[in-house]
């Protein structure tokens, strides 16, 4: 158990369906970040939030809309998905300021898109 | 702009065998360095990382890594696996002095341990 819980662990979808990826830290940390894992792949940077503000988005399709209402809680919030965002989709946390602290994860989503 | 490179997708090894796994990174600039392993279902977890000092750095379960700067390299060492150790590690740097601290990751080995 790291501190960052996120629900669902699994989520199967349809294309038109609207759904919401929840994370929560209790870490007492100031950012959280969204990333992607897709296989063969990177893991990808999404988005970033520092103290509430969104300090980061890597050119990431509008069907994916973050929010984040407080330093403890990140969402995604999911609609018109296609099949190519299937993923494990993991949120992370960290204490950010300069001279910096490790980052920690949740143990992911994992999203089909069907 | 930084990238972080592991050449190798998959390790297999023996247990109680030794290994190493390659990453390279690609700075200009002074860059922090970590090491994180995935377990099956599972995210990510540190396992170790360098951020000054001591260019070698060690972790609780045995595995090591030493900071190159004139190769640019981080390489994961571990004198004798264990089956527990297979999973997945990835290499990830950090540029300092941002607004936010990124971790910029690279695409993973495949750590596969034999019995």
């Known amino acids: 158990e790291t501190g960052v819980t996120q629900t669902p662990r699994h989520l199967v979808m349809g294309m038109t369906n609207k759904k919401s990826l929840k994370c929560e830290q209790h870490l007492g940390h100031n950012a959280m970040y969204w990333y992607k894992q897709s296989a063969k792949k990177p893991l990808e940077l999404m988005f970033v939030?520092?103290?509430?503000?969104?300090?980061e988005n890597n050119s990431v399709p509008s069907r994916f809309s973050p929010e984040c209402p407080n330093s403890s809680h990140l969402f995604l919030h999911l609609h018109t998905l296609q099949p190519e965002d299937s993923a494990l989709y993991l949120c992370a946390s960290s204490q950010d300021r300069r001279g910096l602290t490790e980052a920690f994860f949740g143990q992911g989503t994992r999203l089909t898109v069907v | 702009a930084q990238s972080v490179t592991q050449l190798d997708s998959q390790v297999p090894v023996f247990e109680e065998a030794p290994v190493e796994l390659r990453c390279n990174y690609s700075s200009s600039v002074s860059v922090y360095l970590f090491w994180y392993v995935q377990y099956p279902n599972q995210g990510l977890q540190l396992l170790l990382k360098?951020?000054?000092?001591?260019?070698l750095v060690e972790s609780i379960n045995g595995f090591e890594a030493e900071f190159n700067k004139s190769q640019t390299s981080f390489h994961l060492r571990k004198p004798s696996v264990h089956i527990s150790d297979t999973a997945e590690y990835f290499c990830?740097?950090?540029?300092?002095?941002?607004?936010?601290?990124?971790?910029?990751f690279g695409t993973g080995t495949l750590l596969a341990v034999q019995p």
């Open positions: 939030y520092n103290f509430k503000e969104q300090t």
């Open positions: 360098y951020l000054s000092g001591s260019t």
């Open positions: 990830a740097v950090i540029l300092p002095g941002g607004a936010t601290n990124k971790l910029i």
